[in-house]
């Protein structure tokens, strides 16, 4: 949010010898972080008013406007410009030659396309304006051709204050709101808002406007005022340059005014064409209710979205954006101002479901004080009046105010403030600061009765603490004496899950060298489209951040694979493991559990099967370091709705004869979905629980003494069906028993080259040893008959040569 310091000496006598970063860095101590701040230098001199009286072409490929001008004082001259949108009539900001702005420098006369152009036209932008290239700043009927425009008005100082820090107070979404918290800071008065009174706007002789709110929790409050006399003209220039400092583009008078109002109070407006509108009524909507709004963008509405009607005909998208049907054009005769209280809650869910935020969506979200509705149209005319004479009332102030909310009255105890914030604060000094920030106060002796203004009853203010965080902050939080506080400390009993996961990370990211990153806990729904993948039951958010977003992940593998994906245009492969949560659908409930997934791929699609062997080498470790079992690995049939499973490689793991998740090659067809240059690549991916194995950690873990005598390596190669797994074949070794066998591992398999049709070839590897004596010959020998016997009993025929 930006905040012009020539607007907030409006309200606020702020000495001139204090700087603008000095103001920022008490700023930031007391309220609101500040980001930076920026000054507006145009240093602007020699500018007058100058009035279009004719208009030409220059002619050519690239034609521009030659402009007769009237300079005042019954003198004309021309000057060739490219503002666009420039017609007899209009008045504009004009630089001589000899006049100067910091942005072009000296100006003087030329010559553009064989024309003399005396002088220049000034753009909005040289001017510190936010407004498109080129485009002239337009100037009201009062300011005469010939008047000189006050140098003062177009330097300025822009602070950018941080919205995450004032989320939590809609009275500062508006300079004046920023201005008590100036004054209060700097201990000056702050000056009262200038309104026109409220007498002026009840004139019993005009009708109302018949206002009818369907739900008064939907909008509080409606203010409405019939008018006319205004007209489409520009704003006055001090206007203008304010709303562009702030980086609000001027548009027209009554834009404007609404615009500034908004950023001045904080209280949206808007207008309609009167001669559309003869009723307000105010109301939710069902699904999929078409409105175009003033963007001419036709939306498709969510259910619960508030519209304004007249006469059941929709007017307006409460709270977001007008309608194109009722938005005031040249030919509008009068005008009906909306000034209105909206929920937060439905506004956040109607800008959310759409997709589509605006400057006064975010002030409505933050729950704006009810009273400012009525104070925003009082300001509103006591501008109009100000600028320009032939404002006409054309109805009496209409107020719907169904729901007012109730007072809200905290008692502190000045005992417990001190307590609280660790210092003592003089009772006078507590009422002090209440009092500059418009809080009244009563003291009994024993107790501060604090009466809350309404601007801060919405949501901020309800608590003793939160009036201690008041007399906290202007205190002066430096103030705070360093004490270490005094507490008793005791063990706390080990989390098994979290001791689970730290030791998981730490084998899965330190030892076997893989990259951690965290993701949302939703799908991202068109990378689930882009991959083939439909979750089926997944749990919903009803407020999700946007449309893609609302379905919770009942797996970790889709957004390790969009990661994967990212990473092939920078990186020749990569390891990636992410610990969080899911949350499966499992007996109608949807239970948030634990776990960790890996996806790890690089270059060369024909190393599938090590790179599979390689994960599985990881999980290993993994379950000897962590839970000091062995992990186990039986063929499964995959899940159909998965896409990232294959059917010839997915395994369930098991630990400790239970299955704790599964480990598979993601198919190429499903790389190719992804990306398809990783059709050149292989992939592997697991994904485990942790919550069920938390019973498996703890106590001491089982070492080895290191063999003593060296230890032999024998490979068996045996033909099988080529059908089956090693699973199957696995099972019939491990009915081997021998006094000198350690473990049976896999080696590898191979089909081809001299191996008979419907057989594959299964290398084994035994690791054989004793404990008494090193192995000779003879031993390894027998050893090598009694297995070979072994298998062949089982129904496997050893290759030659093996």
């Not at 407004?131 to 010939?146: C, K």
């Not at 801060?456 to 205190?475: G, H, K, M």
């Not at 005094?486 to 998981?504: D, G």
Request: charged share 25%; net charge negative.
């Amino acid at each position: 949010m930006l905040i012009s310091l020539n607007w907030l000496r409006d309200f606020v006598d702020v000495p001139a010898s204090l700087t603008a970063e000095a103001l920022a860095d008490q700023f930031t101590i007391v309220c609101a972080e500040v980001e930076g701040v920026e000054p507006i230098a145009v240093n602007a001199r020699g500018l007058i008013c100058a009035e279009v009286k004719s208009l030409s072409s220059t002619g050519g490929a690239k034609p521009k406007s030659v402009a007769t001008l009237d300079v005042g004082g019954g003198r004309r001259v021309e000057t060739v410009t490219s503002a666009p949108g420039l017609n007899i009539g209009h008045r504009v900001v004009y630089a001589p030659a000899g006049a100067s702005v910091a942005a072009l420098g000296a100006i003087s006369d030329s010559t553009v396309d064989a024309r003399k152009s005396a002088g220049m036209i000034l753009p909005g932008d040289a001017l510190g304006i936010a407004m498109a290239a080129r485009e002239a700043v337009f100037l009201p009927p009062n300011v005469a051709p010939g008047d000189r425009l006050d140098p003062a008005l177009f330097n300025d100082w822009v602070v950018e204050i941080d919205n995450h820090s004032i989320n939590h107070r809609p009275d500062l979404w508006g300079h004046y709101g920023m201005a008590r918290e100036f004054a209060a800071m700097l201990r000056l008065p702050l000056k009262p808002y200038a309104v026109t009174p409220i007498e002026r706007l009840l004139d019993p002789s005009l009708p109302e406007i018949p206002i009818e709110i369907d739900d008064p929790d939907q909008c509080p409050r409606y203010s409405g005022l019939r008018f006319g006399g205004v007209g489409s003209r520009p704003a006055p220039l001090w206007m203008q340059l304010r709303l562009g400092h702030v980086g609000q583009r001027p548009i027209d008078l009554l834009v404007d005014l609404t615009n500034y109002i908004m950023l001045e109070l904080g209280q949206p407006m808007h207008a309609f064409d009167g001669d559309k509108v003869e009723r307000i009524e105010v109301g939710a909507v069902a699904a999929g209710t078409r409105f175009t709004t003033l963007d001419n963008v036709e939306r498709s509405l969510p259910a619960g979205a508030l519209l304004i009607q007249s006469h059941r005909k929709p007017i307006a998208l409460a709270g977001v954006m007008g309608g194109a049907e009722t938005e005031v054009r040249e030919s509008t005769r009068t005008l009906v101002l909306e000034s209105a209280n909206f929920s937060p809650h439905v506004i956040r869910k109607c800008t959310t479901a759409l997709g589509h935020r605006t400057e006064a969506s975010a002030r409505f979200e933050k729950s704006l004080d009810p009273a400012h509705t009525v104070l925003g149209i009082q300001r509103f005319v006591h501008l109009c009046e100000v600028e320009f004479s032939g404002l006409k009332l054309l109805s009496r102030l209409s107020d719907a105010f169904p729901k007012r909310p109730a007072p809200v009255a905290v008692a502190v105890r000045p005992a417990f403030v001190e307590r609280y914030i660790g210092h003592g604060v003089p009772r006078a000094e507590m009422v002090r600061i209440l009092t500059s920030l418009e809080f009244k106060v009563r003291d009994d002796g024993d107790t501060l009765h604090v009466d809350v203004p309404s601007f801060r009853a919405t949501r901020d203010i309800s608590l003793e603490v939160d009036i201690i965080e008041e007399v906290a902050r202007y205190a002066g939080y430096n103030n705070v004496p360093s004490v270490f506080p005094e507490v008793t400390v005791r063990a706390l009993e080990p989390n098994p899950l979290q001791l689970l996961e730290r030791r998981t990370l730490q084998q899965l990211v330190l030892a076997a060298g893989m990259t951690e990153i965290h993701q949302y806990l939703w799908y991202d729904a068109s990378w689930c489209r882009a991959i083939g993948y439909e979750p089926g039951d997944c749990l919903t958010l009803r407020n999700p951040a946007a449309a893609d977003y609302d379905r919770m992940r009942q797996s970790l593998i889709p957004g390790l694979l969009a990661v994967a994906t990212l990473n092939r245009h920078h990186l020749a492969q990569c390891r990636l493991v992410e610990l969080g949560s899911a949350f499966p659908n499992g007996k109608g409930q949807h239970l948030e559990r634990r776990r960790v997934a890996i996806v790890s791929g690089a270059r060369g699609a024909a190393a599938e099967d090590a790179r599979l062997s390689e994960l599985k080498g990881v999980i290993d470790a993994w379950a000897w370091q962590v839970l000091n079992r062995p992990a186990d690995y039986t063929a499964t049939e995959p899940m159909a709705i998965r896409p990232w499973e294959c059917g010839a490689k997915t395994a369930a793991v098991r630990v400790n004869g239970a299955e704790m998740g599964r480990v598979g090659v993601v198919p190429v067809e499903l790389r190719r979905r992804m990306d398809e240059h990783l059709s050149a690549w292989s992939m592997v991916w697991a994904e485990l629980e942790l919550d069920d194995l938390t019973g498996l950690i703890g106590g001491h873990t089982k070492l080895q003494s290191i063999p003593a005598y060296p230890e032999v390596d024998l490979d068996f190669s045996v033909l099988v069906d080529a059908t089956e797994r090693y699973q199957s074949v696995a099972e019939r070794v491990a009915a081997f028993e021998h006094a000198l066998l350690r473990r049976v591992s896999y080696v590898d398999a191979y089909e081809g080259k001299n191996i008979p049709d419907g057989k594959r070839s299964m290398t084994l590897r035994a690791r054989v040893g004793s404990t008494e004596r090193t192995l000779v010959d003879d031993d390894l020998q027998k050893f090598q008959a009694a297995f070979a016997g072994h298998l062949q009993s089982r129904g496997m025929q050893i290759r030659a040569g093996t």
